[in-house]
């Protein structure tokens, strides 16, 4: 009986084209090539109406089972390739927990900016506010309303960097008192941070550097309250044991003045200039020097960060290389 053997032929036929599909698209066009409407067991079956009954049946019989056992081969492969969808899914985007973490970089602030911060927020706790100023400064601001006269040294070009249309750069933060007091009535308690310049460079001098400058003005204000905060200041930065000395100085802006040292183990380091402000500079803001006194003093702050985190060139705090600031 051929058609037998037809049926076994078919069903190796679609075994094998089965077996060869890659997807699940291929598999039901496939599919549908031997068992569809149109596929070719139709075509079996379809001869079976010219058969005579008995063999009619039997064959009939013969090709339900070959369809049955056909799509029992294409669910099969269905599940495999369903599976092995899902292996590709997930070795493709394998992830490796075991692998070491990446650590982003964090950070931090400069030193100076943390010298800063922590002095303003004692200046603070005193009762002082913070008072900024250009870093362009006039001449006026930072010589003339200061006391200078016109041939002082500091306005040599030896130290000053001189700014195209008559502003320096300021040497100093000084000028923030004429900023902070001019059109203001007293009393007043500031504080001043920033930046400075002067021609001069060294290992231990830079060309830009930092002071604070603190000033207080009332009508009954003394040397003494200038040592009290001063005193409470350098113990707030270097400990309860610390000492001050202050030595008689000049400068324009104060009268009298005094330049103070701080002990440093079994010595002294130059830590600012002070005094009681000149009658001068308060008349230059507009403030009656007969009803107001005020102090003034004014520091680097630079020694100060070097010695807190040890940074033995100045240079280091500088020149933009994170890597030393990085350790400290
Ligand atoms: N401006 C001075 C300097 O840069 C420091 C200074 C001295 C500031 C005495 C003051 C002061 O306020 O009273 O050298």
């Keep these: 009986m051929s058609q037998a053997s037809d049926l076994a032929e078919l069903e190796e036929q679609a075994r094998a084209a089965i077996a060869g599909v890659v997807d699940v698209q291929g598999l039901q066009e496939t599919r549908a090539r031997f068992l569809g409407r149109s596929g070719s067991i139709k075509v079996v079956l379809r001869l079976l109406a010219e058969l005579p009954e008995e063999q009619r049946r039997e064959l009939g019989q013969a090709a339900n089972a070959t369809k049955e056992r056909i799509e029992e081969c294409v669910r099969a492969r269905r599940a495999e390739l369903e599976s092995a969808r899902i292996e590709n899914a997930l070795s493709d985007h394998r992830l490796d927990v075991t692998l070491p973490g990446w650590i982003a970089p964090r950070g931090h602030l400069h030193p100076i900016s943390r010298v800063f911060?922590?002095?303003?927020?004692?200046?603070?706790?005193?009762?002082?506010?913070?008072?900024?100023?250009?870093?362009?400064?006039?001449?006026?601001?930072?010589?003339?309303?200061?006391?200078?006269?016109?041939?002082h040294p500091s306005r040599d070009t030896q130290d000053t960097f001189f700014v195209e249309g008559g502003h320096v750069l300021r040497t100093h933060t000084s000028p923030v008192q004429i900023r902070a007091m001019t059109?203001?009535?007293p009393p007043f308690r500031f504080i001043?941070?920033?930046?400075?310049?002067?021609?001069?460079?060294?290992?231990?001098?830079?060309?830009?550097?930092?002071?604070?400058?603190?000033?207080?003005?009332?009508?009954?204000?003394?040397?003494?309250?200038?040592?009290?905060?001063?005193?409470?200041?350098?113990?707030?930065?270097?400990?309860?044991?610390?000492?001050?000395?202050?030595?008689?100085?000049?400068?324009?802006?104060?009268?009298?003045?005094?330049?103070?040292?701080?002990?440093?183990?079994?010595?002294?380091?130059?830590?600012?200039?002070?005094?009681?402000?000149?009658?001068n500079v308060l008349r230059n803001c507009g403030i009656d020097p007969d009803r107001y006194q005020g102090f003034a003093f004014g520091m680097g702050v630079d020694r100060t960060a070097m010695l807190r985190f040890g940074i033995p060139n100045l240079q280091l705090l500088f020149e933009g290389d994170v890597r030393p600031l990085e350790q400290l």
């Design 192 to 279: 001043a941070p920033g930046r400075v310049y002067r021609r001069d460079s060294d290992p231990t001098h830079s060309p830009a550097f930092h002071q604070i400058e603190g000033f207080m003005v009332d009508e009954r204000v003394t040397f003494g309250d200038l040592k009290g905060v001063l005193y409470a200041f350098a113990r707030h930065l270097m400990g309860p044991e610390v000492r001050l000395r202050f030595r008689a100085h000049f400068f324009p802006f104060t009268e009298p003045s005094a330049e103070m040292d701080f002990s440093w183990g079994d010595g002294w380091l130059e830590w600012g200039g002070c005094g009681m402000i000149h009658p």
């Design 183 to 185: 059109g203001r009535t």
């Design 117 to 151: 911060r922590d002095m303003t927020s004692f200046f603070a706790g005193l009762g002082f506010s913070i008072e900024d100023g250009p870093q362009i400064e006039t001449d006026w601001n930072n010589f003339g309303a200061l006391n200078f006269p016109e041939d």
